[in-house]
């Protein structure tokens, strides 16, 4: 089925109803200021989120992607503990500081892909984890279950997705309310923490989905959802996926 959907994804690459995902990828992560800023401003928490793939199974044999690897926080965590990561983005400045840290840390079992989720074409053994974080949110909802059919088929059978994105769990009534709110919470100073302008901006242009749409999705894709942890008021979740 893998490479079925690799050949249909190189047949259909110029396609003119394919979805550039370079262009969705968000202006700030285009950028190279934003860029440089980036791990100073947004902890991934990866020694802690490699802990739990670890608890899940991970382990030196273990074959992880990435998806939306961006400055390779959660990359340079876990290649000392697996055999192979293939760290995956679309965006050339993220993947540009991501190889300088690489290079620094002399890792020599991470493999860098310019791809995201329509585009990534998985070669090799099945990969054991997927993880992303905070990056599912650049694709529309359509694009979304066809990224999670592709991660899906990325992974073996029992395989576990970790899944880290801003998801809203309330009702469209409240939509309002809950998002000033939120946007309420952004400050003035990008240098240090997420602005007002950045949290409005992800609401207007990006495409972050409710919970109750977005775990179907999962389901339909194949997956069996085993655990979900959700931080309401900053809009979260979190989950550990199992592909059927």
């Not at 409005?200 to 959802?225: C, K, N, Y």
Request: hydrophobic share 45%.
């Amino acid at each position: 089925m893998l490479a079925g959907m690799a050949t249909a994804s190189r047949r259909n690459a110029s396609a003119g109803w394919t979805f550039d995902e370079v262009a969705s990828a968000g202006r700030e992560n285009l950028d190279v200021d934003h860029v440089g800023r980036y791990d100073a401003k947004a902890d991934a928490g990866a020694a802690e989120e490699l802990v739990v793939l670890e608890d899940l199974g991970l382990g030196p044999e273990s074959v992880v992607v990435d998806l939306g690897a961006g400055t390779g926080q959660f990359t340079l965590a876990a290649a000392p503990a697996c055999r192979r990561v293939v760290a995956v983005d679309v965006s050339p400045v993220m993947l540009s500081r991501l190889r300088t840290k690489l290079d620094a840390a002399d890792v020599s079992n991470v493999e860098v892909v310019q791809s995201g989720f329509l585009s990534y074409e998985h070669r090799g053994n099945p990969a054991d984890f997927v993880y992303s974080r905070y990056a599912l949110h650049h694709l529309p909802d359509f694009w979304k279950a066809v990224a999670l059919t592709r991660v899906r088929h990325v992974l073996r059978p029992g395989g576990v997705l970790r899944l880290s994105d801003v998801v809203y769990g309330f009702d469209p009534a409240e939509a309002e309310e809950r998002i000033e709110a939120w946007c309420a919470t952004g400050g003035t100073d990008v240098e240090v923490a997420w602005s007002r302008a950045e949290l409005e901006e992800h609401v207007r242009d990006e495409h972050s989905t409710f919970t109750w749409l977005l775990e179907p999705m999962m389901q339909r894709a194949g997956f069996e959802i085993e655990a979900a942890v959700y931080v309401p008021d900053h809009f979260s979740a979190q989950y550990v996926a199992r592909a059927i």
